[in-house]
């Protein structure tokens, strides 16, 4: 394009030569102001399915165990909140999950959950139980998605101080004491390890919780056959098959402290999606072992489908 | 004659089995699909980084041309094809911008979404993304 310095056009001409200047001097310029931080309106500022899922505690993590990683989808200079209701529709029994929680800063995660789990057929048929679940998360150490050259994870440590809130419909039965459980109310602790494997497309996620629940404090605390804590394994394997969608597995180890309880390990096969930052969906097929054998006389476990919707930021 | 030929058969087989070798060592910059699919990439993440709003206003004052063929040089030189990176360190080429972590992370979505339009499977996307996110803490203030 050649200049012809004739009246107002040499103005434009300018102008263009100026816009096309090599990068060394537009490099030198300063670069334009970033938008004012809004530290009201929530960022969303991380990568999909990096907010995890709820697990039944209410806290963020799979469907069985918490992840070190912090609920919601604020960076670390914000913060993020969501909802869930979750189902499982087991053999004897129906497990309910709803539940509200905050990530903050990236650092902190405040989770209240309520769980319902009713018999829906045997002798218990129609008795319910029901507790509230208090859990605080910090994250201690490691990025578990931006350090992909170093074997470290991220780890988070958490309690949950579980208040049960009795036995229905169960005619004398109102306390879980009566069951043989120690305490009504009772504390979880746990360690969380979470890594991203990005080169592999995997999620690892290793827990491990020092607790005294007997299935999940749903019975209570402590037993007849053991009243103390015990420490109980939980991991979680996830494959990242699309941005959007990870597959996997996960185990929980529970104690059996109930002598009318012959409680065991949780496991579940997990899809879960997540189409946008604002919603999530996780299907599984969960087992969590057979559940007071002893009282029904089934000791078949106690399989199903487990559904899970979060809605958040 | 007779007695070259299992030797002839086992050169052919060996170099069978060195080019099977080869083949399972394929650079990640190969198995995208080499040149034409990273320069693919770059445009699509020109296109769709400059409707983003979470981290267009960075690129304000940026050498497209430039950056475009520094971004390809990058991508080439970090999964093992035959390029030299000639830009800045992404420490020095950072400093002036004040990049948090939602503006790094949007950014790698915006690539993700690159590398789809262009056709990379999302397992060799995320080979990639692997090299990339420790520059996080080099990039982020």
Redesign the interface.
């Known amino acids: 394009m050649s200049c012809k310095v004739t009246s107002l056009s040499a103005i434009a001409c300018l102008s263009f030569a100026t816009s096309a200047l090599p990068a060394e001097n537009a490099a030198s310029l300063p670069p334009p102001p970033a938008p004012p931080k809004n530290f009201i309106v929530p960022d969303q500022g991380k990568l999909l399915l990096t907010a995890g899922f709820n697990e039944a505690d209410g806290a963020g993590g799979g469907g069985l165990v918490p992840f070190a990683l912090i609920t919601g989808y604020g960076s670390n200079e914000s913060y993020g909140a969501n909802v869930h209701y979750t189902h499982a529709g087991l053999r004897d029994f129906d497990f309910k999950s709803y539940g509200v929680g905050f990530g903050l800063f990236d650092r902190v995660e405040l989770t209240i959950a309520r769980q319902d789990f009713e018999a829906t057929a045997t002798a218990l048929d129609g008795v319910s139980v029901s507790q509230d679940i208090f859990g605080l998360k910090v994250r201690v150490l490691g990025d578990a998605v931006y350090e992909q050259d170093t074997w470290m994870p991220q780890v988070a440590v958490g309690v949950q101080f579980k208040r049960h809130r009795g036995i229905e419909d169960a005619g004398p039965l109102v306390s879980v004491e009566q069951l043989g459980a120690d305490d009504e109310d009772g504390t979880d602790f746990y360690i969380a390890a979470t890594k991203v494997l990005l080169d592999q497309s995997l999620l690892l996620n290793f827990q491990l919780r020092y607790t005294k629940a007997n299935q999940l404090g749903l019975l209570g605390f402590g037993g007849d056959r053991e009243d103390g804590y015990s420490p109980e394994v939980g991991a979680s394997v996830g494959y990242l098959l699309t941005r959007k969608i990870a597959v996997g597995a996960e185990y929980r180890g529970k104690p059996h402290n109930l002598g009318a309880d012959d409680e065991s390990a949780a496991w579940d096969a997990f899809v879960a999606w997540a189409p946008t930052r604002n919603i999530s969906v996780v299907a599984a097929y969960l087992n969590i072992g057979s559940v007071l054998a002893p009282v029904t006389s089934v000791t078949s476990d106690q399989t199903g489908i487990y559904l899970s919707l979060q809605a958040g930021f | 004659m007779r007695t070259k030929t299992p030797i002839g058969a086992l050169i052919a087989a060996a170099l069978l089995a060195l080019a099977g070798v080869a083949q399972a060592e394929a650079t990640l910059y190969e198995q995208i699909g080499g040149e034409p699919v990273l320069r693919k990439t770059v445009e699509e993440f020109m296109i769709i980084m400059e409707k983003d709003d979470r981290i267009n206003?960075?690129f304000?004052?940026?050498?497209i041309t430039?950056f475009k063929q520094l971004l390809f040089e990058q991508l080439c030189n970090i999964t093992g094809g035959p390029c030299a990176y000639t830009g800045r360190t992404m420490k020095e080429s950072h400093e002036?911008?004040?990049v948090?972590?939602?503006?790094f992370?949007?950014l790698?979505?915006d690539v993700?979404l690159a590398f789809d339009r262009a056709g990379v499977p999302?397992?060799l996307q995320?080979?990639v993304?692997?090299?990339f996110?420790?520059m996080?803490?080099d990039i982020v203030k």
Do not use: V
């Open positions: 206003f960075a304000g004052n940026t050498d430039k002036k911008l004040d948090d972590n939602a503006m992370n949007a790698a979505e993700y999302y397992r995320n080979k993304m692997a090299i996110a420790p996080q803490r």
